[in-house]
């Protein structure tokens, strides 16, 4: 089984509603996926208003963590920025003053700070197993 972790951007309004927008949107990134994966399990596990991240929010710098993933929050597959999924292999280019940054960790940078401040973000965990593997159990 393999956790995909996923930032996403709401319009919110409300946690319940962001909620409701999270489920679809989990399902939504793995439907996207060029794999038949199943979800396993599905789950929110952080919620906040967009203002109270972005002032939070760390400006980029070198990690510890050498993966394509790493962000100051932890490992992220996906980003959805309101609009669009963002993931490490199809993310804008970093800033030519990188700060040791990867471009990664600017995408998550900059869609935090370009959320409108109304909008609530999630961090979602799905599990997924391949298609074969969810009908053989």
């Known amino acids: 089984m393999t956790r995909c972790t996923l930032l996403l951007i709401t319009t919110g309004e409300s946690g319940r509603k962001a909620l409701s927008e999270g489920m679809l949107?989990?399902?939504s990134y793995v439907d996207g996926l060029p794999v038949d994966l199943a979800i396993t399990d599905s789950m929110p596990f952080a919620i906040?208003?967009?203002?109270?991240i972005q002032k939070r929010v760390s400006y980029p710098s070198p990690l510890n963590d050498p993966s394509a993933a790493?962000?100051?929050?932890?490992s992220l597959q996906a980003i959805w920025d309101g609009n669009t999924w963002l993931t490490p292999?199809?993310?804008?280019?970093?800033?030519?003053?990188d700060n040791g940054a990867?471009?990664?960790q600017w995408a998550h940078y900059n869609a935090v700070l370009q959320a409108p401040g109304d909008s609530m973000m999630l961090l979602w965990d799905v599990f997924v197993v391949p298609m074969g593997e969810r009908m053989a159990a």
Do not use: F, N
């Open 102 to 104: 990867t471009e990664w």
């Open 70 to 74: 790493a962000t100051a929050v932890g």
């Open 48 to 52: 906040a208003p967009a203002s109270r």
């Open 25 to 27: 949107l989990a399902e």
């Open 89 to 97: 292999g199809s993310c804008p280019p970093k800033p030519q003053a």
